[in-house]
C-alpha cells in the first residue's frame, strides 16, 4: 500500500511487515517500472520490478515481483542447451541441403558438357560430310567432262578397222 506495508506474498510471514526502501519510495512517486538485482537473504540475487498504480491520479500502492536467480538459473541453462541443439540441427539441415544442391548441380553440369560434346562431334560431322559432298563435286565436274569428250570423240573419230567394217567401236 502507500504506507509499504505488505499486503501479499509467496511467504505469509511477510504480510503485515512495512519495509522503507529508497527504491520503493521512488518507485511510488513515479508512473513508470523500475528494476534492480538484490542480493537474496537466502544466497544468490533476486531480480525485483516495482510498478505502482494510480487511481485518479493518486497512487493506491505498488506491485513488486520478484524473481530469484537460483530458480531460473537450471532453466536458463536448459534454454542455452536447447538453443545450441537447435543450431547443431540447422546447421546439419543446411550443410545437408547446400550439399544435396551442389552435387544436382554438378550432375547437371555433367548432363551439358555431354550434351555440348554431342553438337560439337555432330557439327565436326556436319561439316566433314560437307567437305565429301564438295570435293566429291569438284571431282565429279572434271570426270563428266572428260567422259563427255571421250564420248563425243567415240562417235566423230572411229578406229580404221572399224570404219570398213562399219561397226562402232
Same mark, same amino acid.
Request: net charge positive.
Given at each position: 500500500?502507500?504506507?509499504?506495508?505488505? =499486503? $501479499?506474498?509467496?511467504?505469509?510471514?511477510?504480510?503485515? #511487515? @512495512?519495509?522503507?526502501?529508497?527504491?520503493? #519510495? +521512488?518507485?511510488?512517486?513515479?508512473?513508470?517500472?523500475?528494476?534492480?538485482?538484490?542480493?537474496?537473504? @537466502?544466497?544468490?540475487?533476486?531480480?525485483? &520490478?516495482? @510498478?505502482? !498504480?494510480?487511481? #485518479?491520479?493518486?497512487?493506491?500502492?505498488? %506491485?513488486?515481483?520478484?524473481?530469484?536467480?537460483?530458480?531460473?538459473?537450471?532453466?536458463?541453462?536448459?534454454?542455452?542447451?536447447? &538453443?545450441?541443439?537447435? !543450431?547443431? &540441427?540447422?546447421?546439419?539441415?543446411? &550443410? +545437408?541441403? !547446400?550439399?544435396?544442391? /551442389?552435387?544436382?548441380?554438378?550432375?547437371?553440369?555433367?548432363?551439358? #558438357?555431354?550434351?555440348?560434346?554431342? %553438337?560439337?562431334? $555432330?557439327?565436326? =560431322? +556436319? +561439316?566433314?560430310?560437307?567437305?565429301? $559432298?564438295?570435293?566429291?563435286?569438284? %571431282?565429279?565436274?572434271? =570426270?563428266?567432262?572428260?567422259?563427255?569428250?571421250?564420248? *563425243? =570423240? @567415240? *562417235?566423230?573419230?572411229?578406229?580404221?578397222?572399224?570404219?570398213? $567394217?562399219?561397226? *562402232? /567401236?
Amino acid at each position: 500500500d502507500t504506507h509499504f506495508n505488505t =499486503l $501479499a506474498h509467496t511467504d505469509p510471514t511477510f504480510i503485515g #511487515k @512495512k519495509e522503507e526502501d529508497p527504491f520503493l #519510495k +521512488s518507485s511510488l512517486q513515479m508512473n513508470r517500472t523500475l528494476s534492480r538485482l538484490t542480493p537474496s537473504p @537466502k544466497g544468490g540475487e533476486i531480480f525485483e &520490478v516495482a @510498478k505502482s !498504480i494510480f487511481l #485518479k491520479d493518486q497512487p493506491m500502492g505498488l %506491485i513488486r515481483i520478484g524473481f530469484s536467480s537460483k530458480e531460473i538459473h537450471p532453466l536458463l541453462s536448459q534454454i542455452k542447451k536447447n &538453443v545450441a541443439l537447435s !543450431i547443431l &540441427v540447422f546447421l546439419i539441415l543446411g &550443410v +545437408s541441403a !547446400i550439399t544435396l544442391i /551442389w552435387v544436382n548441380q554438378n550432375r547437371h553440369f555433367k548432363r551439358m #558438357k555431354e550434351m555440348e560434346d554431342r %553438337i560439337q562431334l $555432330a557439327e565436326r =560431322l +556436319s +561439316s566433314l560430310g560437307d567437305l565429301g $559432298a564438295g570435293v566429291a563435286h569438284e %571431282i565429279r565436274n572434271p =570426270l563428266n567432262a572428260i567422259g563427255m569428250g571421250l564420248q *563425243r =570423240l @567415240k *562417235r566423230e573419230f572411229l578406229p580404221q578397222g572399224l570404219q570398213e $567394217a562399219g561397226r *562402232r /567401236w
